[in-house]
């Protein structure tokens, strides 16, 4: 079993990066599943059902979705297992920008589109930087001089990220990222399988159900701004 986590902003192209790779790779005659990870809602189980991609969806709904992805993970992948699955490919978009955290010796893929502006790069954290392949979608609506910056931006936040420039309509560019898919390393479980990145510090009483604002609600671990510049 060979496991492989997909993360990226919202509407970067992710489930469609993901329909194209297994398309190439069921010609070599592997099986693949899919788990859906997300906050409130998710369509892309439609999409893919229609490609016959046994797929299941995990909600958040209340919970942090990264927290929620961590803690569900391990029976991801025995359900892969069980389903006798050669990959198990996970999908989680980054809410944040901060977390759909990587795992340690576990194939970590970022998607990430031209249109969301040469600064995002720098925004998105370890989602991309912690990367081992940094997927580029939607350069066919850009120019060339827009995608060698966006990339160069990319390679300034990830150096060690493998990039990809894939169109998500067409699939051009995803026989290669198949190929290295393939790499991905074989495992058995996850228990004491270690994060490549902490998870935001943050237990507060909005947290635990708290609605009121005030002072005196503001309890447990938060972080204020110092709006008067005073040291």
């Known amino acids: 079993m060979r496991l492989v986590t997909v993360a990226g902003p919202p509407s ?3 489930t469609s ?18 788990v859906k990870f997300d906050c409130l809602s998710a369509q892309d189980e439609e999409h893919y059902s229609a490609h016959n991609i046994p797929v299941k969806t995990g909600l958040s709904r209340g919970l942090c979705p990264d927290h929620f ?10 359900w ?9 490919i996970t999908e989680s978009a980054g809410l944040c920008n901060r977390c759909s955290p990587h795992i340690k010796d576990v194939l970590a893929i970022c998607v990430i589109d031209n249109l969301s502006g040469v600064n995002t790069p720098k925004k998105i954290g370890p989602m991309l930087k912690l990367a081992d392949i940094v997927v580029i979608t939607k350069g066919d609506i850009v120019s060339q001089a827009e ?11 990830n150096p060690r990220g493998m990039i ?5 309509v067409t699939g051009q560019g995803s026989f290669y990222l198949a190929k ?6 074989t495992l058995e479980t996850l228990q004491g399988a270690t994060l490549r990145f902490t998870m935001p510090g943050a237990l507060c009483s909005y947290c635990l159900g708290e609605r009121k604002i005030g002072d005196d609600k503001q309890i447990g671990v938060s972080k204020l701004v110092n709006f008067r510049g005073e040291e």
């Not at 990066?17 to 899919?34: D, H, N, P």
């Not at 992805?69 to 025995?78: C, H, K, M």
């Not at 990809?164 to 998500?168: A, K, P, R």
């Open 80 to 88: 892969a297992k069980e389903k006798k699955f050669d990959f198990l």
């Open 12 to 14: 970067s192209g992710k």
């Open 164 to 168: 990809v420039q894939i169109n998500g």
């Open 17 to 34: 990066i993901i329909i194209k790779t297994i398309e190439e790779l069921e010609q070599k005659g592997f099986t693949i599943g899919v």
């Open 69 to 78: 992805f961590v803690s569900n993970i391990e029976e991801a992948l025995r």
């Open 180 to 185: 290295l898919v393939e790499k991905a390393s």
């Open 147 to 157: 995608r060698e910056v966006f990339a160069y931006r990319v390679r300034q936040v």
